[in-house]
C-alpha cells in the first residue's frame, strides 16, 4: 500500500487534472455511475446515506475538485479531509468502506473515460484516492 504521506508525482498530478477537467462537464454521469457501482459492491452501505443522491453527488464532486485543485498543497488541505472522515463516522462510515468507495470511482472514471483511463491514468487515481482516504482516516482515531 502506497503510504498517505508518499506525494503525488508531478506526473501524477498532471494525469489526474487532465482527467478530471475532462468528466467534469459530465459530473452528474460521473457520480451517478459511482453511486450505481458503489451500492453494487454495497449494498449495504445505501443506508448510509440520509441527503438525496442529487445532494451526496454535488458534495462528492465539490470535495474532488477542492482536493484537486489543492494537489500541489495537499498538506494543507490534510486538516480538511480529516475533519470530513470524523463526519463521515458520525453517518456510520468504516474504514472497510473506504476501499468499496475507491473501487467504484476508480471504476466510474474507467467507464467515463474509456480508453483514455490508462494503466497510468488509474494508478495515479488511485494513489490520490488512498492518500485521500488515508487523511480521513486520521480524523477518525481518537
Do not use: C
Not at 502506497?2 to 506525494?7: A, H, L
Not at 487534472?17 to 454521469?29: I, M, T
Not at 477542492?66 to 463516522?89: S, T
Request: charged share 25%; hydrophobic share 45%; aromatic share 10%.
Amino acid at each position: 500500500m502506497i503510504s498517505q504521506r508518499t506525494p503525488l508525482t508531478s506526473r501524477e498530478k498532471l494525469l489526474i487534472k487532465q482527467s478530471f477537467e475532462l468528466v467534469q462537464p459530465y459530473s452528474n454521469s460521473l457520480t451517478k455511475l459511482f453511486y450505481g457501482r458503489l451500492f453494487e459492491l454495497r449494498p449495504d452501505v445505501r443506508r448510509l446515506f440520509k441527503t438525496s443522491l442529487e445532494e451526496q453527488s454535488r458534495k462528492l464532486f465539490d470535495t474532488l475538485a477542492i482536493v484537486i485543485e489543492a494537489l500541489d498543497q495537499f498538506e494543507a488541505i490534510r486538516p480538511r479531509l480529516a475533519e470530513l472522515g470524523r463526519k463521515h463516522v458520525t453517518y456510520g462510515a468504516t474504514p472497510t468502506d473506504y476501499d468499496s468507495v475507491r473501487a467504484a470511482l476508480l471504476w466510474a472514471l474507467a467507464q467515463a473515460l474509456e480508453m483514455g483511463f490508462d494503466r497510468e491514468m488509474k494508478a495515479a487515481w488511485d494513489h490520490l484516492l488512498r492518500a485521500i482516504a488515508a487523511a480521513m482516516l486520521e480524523g477518525t482515531v481518537t
